[in-house]
């Protein structure tokens, strides 16, 4: 589904990632950990277009997506949430995961403005299918609330649902049970594996390790910017340079 391959991210005189190579299955949930500075969401944020890699490449099947714009990459099937959660505060929670859908909207500048039938169509479309991703992430009967009024915990859930509306083959969370109670990363670990189910691939940036070994297929571990180890959670746990590097350990 995903695959990564060679890359080197150099900013000025600082090497954040080093020949860098993984895949990911498609149907899978990939796990990305490693100290802070190891280069995760620079990793992340060179997959979804926010930077350009310095050297190497990213393939979404056999197509080279290097150097795509977000939307562009958006519009192929590749969405991400961010560790600081971005909503529009003063939206609805519904409207928040309607602009995810608006980005495939059809409808021109003209039949918005005269609410011509084709858009009104469009927007009873947009505005059914935002619920039904809002009734998938548990969050229908928030449906109305500002998003500013929203606890920190349901946040991080809209800007899943918005990412999932787009309804990608790809989703990269970056960090999601950041700032979430033990409840709310059981709840949250129990939404991953259902968002797998529904066919969409996930790789994820998390530091909560008790998360990572419970909802992943498989784990990348970085360190320093490179590859340090990859291999099933059970691999993971037991490799000693990771519990070294990682744990601190050894």
């Known amino acids: 589904m995903l695959r990564i391959k060679n890359i080197t991210k150099i900013f000025g005189g600082l090497t954040a990632l080093e020949d860098v190579s993984f895949e990911v299955k498609d149907g899978s949930i990939t796990g990305v950990i ?3 500075g190891a280069g995760k969401t620079t990793l992340f944020n060179i ?7 310095t050297s190497g490449d990213v393939y979404l099947g056999d197509k080279n997506i290097s150097f795509f714009a977000p939307e562009t990459l958006a519009g192929m099937g590749i969405v991400r949430t961010f560790q600081n959660v971005e909503l529009f505060s003063e939206m609805t929670v ?5 602009v995810g859908l608006h980005t495939k909207s059809k409808s021109g500048i003209i039949s918005c403005a005269f609410k011509l039938p084709g858009q009104i169509k469009e927007e009873k479309y947009i505005k059914e299918k935002a619920m039904h991703w809002l009734e998938f992430t548990g969050l229908a009967d928030h449906a109305d609330i500002e998003a500013a009024n929203l606890p920190f915990g ?3 859930i809209l800007e899943i ?24 990363t059981s709840q949250l670990a129990m939404l991953i594996k259902r ?11 998390e530091h909560d390790m008790e998360l990572v070994m419970n909802v992943c297929d498989s784990i990348v571990v970085l360190n320093l910017g490179k590859k340090l180890a990859e291999g099933t ?4 746990q037991e490799n000693q340079e990771v519990i ?3 744990l601190g350990e050894g």
């Open 154 to 156: 349901k946040g991080r």
């Open 233 to 236: 959670p059970r691999e993971i």
């Open 94 to 98: 519904l409207e928040n995961v309607m």
């Open 161 to 184: 649902s918005r990412a999932l509306a787009v309804e990608p083959q790809v989703i990269l969370m970056d960090e999601p049970a950041a700032g979430l109670n033990s409840l709310e």
């Open 34 to 36: 490693g100290p802070n």
């Open 47 to 53: 997959v979804t277009g926010l930077y350009s890699q």
């Open 244 to 246: 070294a590097a990682y």
């Open 195 to 205: 968002i797998r189910q529904s066919g969409i691939t996930i790789v994820l940036v």
